[in-house]
């Protein structure tokens, strides 16, 4: 079913308040499973940090929080971590109830812009209270993710050279179908005859958790990208249209549709978030996973087995023995620190610590996304195959621009903008599970809603707020195919 699973938080019913069943739900998240309870938070002198990262728990506790109290007398940092879209709940209840936490991440927040929160109050800047200007990451703060009205807000703990599209196997299992691991699939029917070699008895060559959109979502824009897309958010830059129903995101779907038909996907599938399909993965009952850099990571805390008995990952595929780049946005910044924070500079302190070498090396021991730092990952004490995906990044990886970095006025246009369902995720769910097999169809509805929805948004801010920007923000020229948009580029569009 469409939407199954789906916990994300719209951007309309996040900056406009909490319904008092979701504030239920998220406070009942928060103090389950053994996690710290409001109560004992509210009692706490500590500088409270909430995130998502699972396999970086021990490195920010180890390598990050205990030097930093050891330095600093009177310190101390408590951290909750929480699957994401329990944070993104548990942010609204906090921030409702005045107990936000010192410093945070966004993760479960849905498409909602940091500009967007910047502008209602949530965080405070950094900058002054910490040299991030002065840091090895100085020259990858963007006007518009991380720096708003010359005031740092935030910074990229890691690389934006990545996706979440990578293709990692089980290498025992390989060995048993008798793949050579290093005939890599170039292409995407090279994938589709791997997988069915594969699949044999309870084995499948693929697993893909269904259950999610987000994640279905975010598979089809970088398969697009190899099959011809521009990116990053699906926009033609010579333009600014959306392109959600152009051949290349056609050709996605129906390839992840011909991997169906060839019954090479674990069955469950439909069932299975993303940290369900690894688990099927790591218990040997499908042999490729595409997902992240922190596979590894995340499998080293959970799933340790399955990296003793051998995993290995390729480069994306694409259509065609021709290659073409995926695009990302510059990395995001990861951890902010909330306007609510008695504890600011203190916060911007620890947080400086993460653009050290020494930081980002040990960062990059956690195998989690990239460092920002990426060449540290070629010293640090990684998995190989770690260190080949983050290699891979630099051949497959481009990155892209963004509008809210070119046009300060776009990130009012994407706070206005209400959510459209069924979205990309929803439709590709709907055809995979069967429920819909009019592709170009769903996508060109969806495409066209979304830019009548984007078209409205433009008028309200510029007719209600005074807001001078038009679909010309949405317009890079000169963005080329094969190369970086840089922060200069911006300015000579």
């Not at 699906?234 to 995101?249: F, K, L, M, N, R």
């Not at 909330?338 to 090396?361: D, G, I, N, P």
Request: proline share 7%.
């Amino acid at each position: 079913m469409a939407g199954a699973g789906r916990r994300d938080v719209s951007r309309r019913q996040f900056l406009g308040g909490t319904s008092a069943a979701v504030l239920a739900a998220a406070l009942t998240a928060c103090t389950g499973g053994g996690q710290m309870s409001r109560q004992s938070q509210a009692a706490s002198n500590a500088l409270q940090w909430w995130d998502q990262f699972r396999p970086l728990t021990r490195m920010l506790e180890s390598d990050l929080f205990t030097p930093y109290e050891q330095g600093h007398a009177g310190v101390t940092i408590e951290r909750r971590q929480m699957d994401a879209p329990d944070l993104g709940q548990a942010l609204q209840v906090a921030r409702r109830s005045n107990q936000m936490p010192d410093v945070h991440s966004l993760a479960g927040l849905g498409a909602v812009s940091p500009a967007a929160l910047v502008s209602e109050g949530w965080f405070q800047p950094v900058g002054k209270l910490a040299d991030f200007a002065g840091s090895p990451v100085a020259d990858q703060l963007y006007d518009g993710i991380h720096r708003f009205n010359g005031e740092i807000y935030s910074f990229p703990p890691f690389s934006g050279r990545n996706h979440e599209a990578v293709p990692w196997f089980n290498t025992a299992l390989l060995k048993e179908a008798k793949v050579d691991p290093e005939d890599e699939p170039a292409t995407w029917d090279d994938l589709r005859a791997v997988a069915r070699r594969l699949t044999k008895g309870d084995v499948y060559g693929m697993v893909i958790p269904l259950k999610d959109p987000a994640y279905l979502a975010t598979l089809v824009h970088r398969l697009a990208m190899t099959a011809g897309a521009p990116g990053p958010g699906a926009i033609d830059w010579a333009t600014g249209e959306y392109v959600h129903d152009s051949q290349p995101y056609i050709d996605a779907v129906e390839f992840l549709v011909s991997l169906q038909k060839d019954k090479v996907v674990h069955p469950a599938s439909a069932s299975m978030g993303p940290r369900d399909a690894r688990a099927r993965w790591a218990a040997g009952q499908a042999a490729i996973y595409p997902w992240g850099a922190w596979f590894v990571g995340g499998l080293r805390v959970d799933e340790p087995e399955a990296v003793e008995r051998g995993v290995g990952v390729w480069h994306i595929p694409c259509p065609e023995t021709t290659r073409n780049f995926v695009y990302s946005p510059p990395a995001p910044g990861t951890f902010w620190v909330s306007s609510q924070s008695k504890k600011a500079r203190t916060a911007a302190e620890v947080l400086l610590q993460m653009t050290t070498k020494e930081f980002q090396l040990k960062l990059a021991a956690a195998m989690d996304q990239p460092p920002a730092l990426a060449e540290v990952v070629q010293e640090a004490e990684v998995h190989p195959a770690y260190r080949q995906c983050v290699a891979n990044f630099q051949d497959d990886v481009r990155i892209g621009p963004v509008p809210e970095a070119g046009t300060p006025g776009v990130w009012q246009v994407l706070a206005e903008m209400r959510d459209i369902h069924p979205d990309l995720g929803d439709v590709v769910q709907s055809v995979l599970t069967g429920s819909d097999s009019d592709v170009g169809g769903q996508l060109r509805r969806y495409k066209d809603q979304l830019s009548a929805e984007r078209e409205r948004a433009i008028k309200a801010v510029k007719e209600e707020k005074g807001v001078e920007v038009g679909l010309d923000a949405w317009v890079f020229a000169n963005w080329g195919r094969k190369k970086d948009y840089e922060q200069q580029d911006y300015a000579d569009r």
